[in-house]
């Protein structure tokens, strides 16, 4: 047996015990940086994620946003189609020559852009009085004819408080693309259709493109500024020589 003072074993039990604590604490700080270190990667991570996430959903910079109206070239073909009412109409001859007209595109199972549009459309009839069906007329063209049957249309309309002077256009399939396509307003998927507007002047051969969910009072604007004959360009440049 080995024999030892205590004070000797009372040191040897204290460096012993100073060891013991040295080691658990480098190792708990061994412990915590590693978890400091994860910490920032994983919100960086989930930050990343979230901003992929939103990158979906969020609506393009105004910076990349389409100019609210532009002065166009158009060239409307005479296609045998339907109103609300059922009746037959050949689309140049009855709602477009010789008129002032605005033109929207719409279908009846839409519950995104189409209802404010057409909200604005009820807006734009209101301002403009005992002039519509007489100095301007206001079209809604469906972009799902398959569906939009002159009954579902006029049913639609009427929750709009549509008057005389605004017409819902459906048809045969083959003719409403044709129709679409000439308007710009054909997509393959009817949900990715463009909120437009379109206000020309037959006669003049004045048309202007504009945003369909545009304030009523900028609508009635570009519509009387058509029926004055005038464009966007045109507006613009007279606004310019003052």
């Known amino acids: 047996m080995i024999k030892t003072s205590s004070g000797k074993l009372n040191q040897l039990i204290s460096m012993l015990s100073a060891t013991a604590i040295s080691l658990f604490f480098g190792a708990f700080s061994l412990s915590a940086g590693a978890s400091g270190a994860q910490q920032p990667a994983q919100a960086l991570e989930l930050s990343a994620n979230r901003q992929g996430e939103h990158k979906h959903y969020h609506p393009a910079p105004a910076g990349n946003a389409p100019k609210e109206e532009a002065a166009v070239k158009m060239s409307i073909p005479d296609l045998p189609l339907l109103n609300q009412d059922g009746k037959q109409i050949h689309f140049y001859r009855d709602l477009i020559k010789g008129k002032v007209v605005a033109i929207n595109f719409i279908f009846t199972t839409c519950t995104t852009i189409c209802p404010p549009m057409a909200a604005t459309f009820s807006r734009v009839q209101n301002q403009m009085g005992d002039r519509l069906g007489k100095d301007i007329y206001l079209i809604s063209i469906s972009v799902d004819p398959a569906v939009d049957t002159p009954e579902r249309l006029k049913a639609w309309g009427a929750k709009f408080d549509a008057k005389p002077g605004w017409t819902f256009v459906t048809g045969a399939k083959p003719e409403m693309d044709q129709l679409l396509k000439a308007l710009s307003g054909y997509s393959a998927r009817k949900e990715d259709h463009s909120p437009t507007v379109l206000i020309g002047n037959d006669t003049k051969g ?24 005038h464009d966007v360009e045109s507006l613009e440049k007279e606004a310019n020589s003052k």
């Open 206 to 229: 004045v048309w202007t493109r504009a945003y369909g969910l545009a304030k009523p009072a900028l609508l009635v604007q570009l519509i009387e500024a058509a029926m004055n004959g």
